[in-house]
T-cell receptor, first 112, second 112 residues
Framework: DVKVTQSSRYLVKRTGEKVFLECVQD?????MFWYRQDPGLGLRLIYF???????EKGDIPEGYSVSREKKERFSLILESASTNQTSMYLC???????????FGQGTRLTVV | KQEVTQIPAALSVPEGENLVLNCSFT??????LQWFRQDPGKGLTSLLL?????REQTSGRLNASLDKSSGRSTLYIAASQPGDSATYLC???????????FGSGTQLTVLP
């Protein structure tokens, strides 16, 4: 079974803190994605990566950055957390080709 | 830009009923369409993937259909059970993109 693991289920951080959300997949997938999910807005793409050290902006990249130093790990970084970044964050991975995407269990981040 | 709509936003049915969830998309140039299930506070679980060349896919009590030309997909759930209660999300992968575009979901409640 494909496994996508997010490092935390719940996080509470203070405004202005630097926050790291980690995602690891164990199936050698080339593509990895970070989405956030908010009531009434659905899932929105923040960033994605199609290879090590490669990244592309999604629909809402402002306030975020990403890092992909190894194929299995994709990190989302909030440089200076703000209350409007309180959300559910979902990581996904997918191999190359016309294939299925797999999601992690989500990280509920609260910024106070 | 691809837009995905799911109607209804919420649905409540008695146990044992067969039901259909609807998904529509604006641009028929897609690679594939994927149906997911999301339980409250959790990540997404992939249910079915339909490639653009396919008309339907089946898994157990679930059957998903795809009509690319009309921009529609349906998820049919046979003999619904209380354990089917969840939010069901439809997502398409546009032909020019690596990432998925999601609908806002249908929240299903199956009453015992």
């Amino acid at each position: 079974d494909v496994k996508v693991t997010q490092s935390s289920r719940y996080l509470v951080k203070r405004t202005g803190e630097k926050v790291f959300l980690e995602c690891v997949q164990d199936m050698d997938h080339e593509n990895m994605f970070w989405y956030r999910q908010d009531p009434g807005l659905g899932l929105r793409l923040i960033y994605f990566s199609y290879d090590v050290k490669m990244k592309e902006k999604g629909d809402i990249p402002e306030g975020y950055s990403v890092s992909r130093e190894k194929k299995e790990r994709f990190s989302l970084i909030l440089e200076s957390a703000s209350t409007n970044q309180t959300s559910m964050y979902l990581c996904a991975s997918r191999p190359q080709g016309i294939t299925e995407a797999f999601f992690g269990q989500g990280t509920r981040l609260t910024v106070v | 830009k691809q837009e995905v709509t799911q109607i209804p936003a919420a649905l409540s049915v008695p146990e044992g009923e067969n039901l259909v969830l609807n998904c529509s998309f604006t641009d028929s140039a897609i690679y594939n369409l994927q149906w997911f299930r999301q339980d409250p506070g959790k990540g997404l679980t992939s249910l079915l993937l339909i490639q653009s060349s396919q008309r339907e896919q089946t898994s157990g009590r679930l059957n998903a259909s795809l009509d690319k030309s009309s921009g529609r997909s349906t998820l049919y759930i046979a003999a619904s059970q209380p354990g089917d209660s969840a939010t069901y999300l439809c997502a398409v992968r546009p032909g020019s993109a690596r990432q998925l575009t999601f609908g806002s979901g249908t929240q299903l409640t199956v009453l015992p």
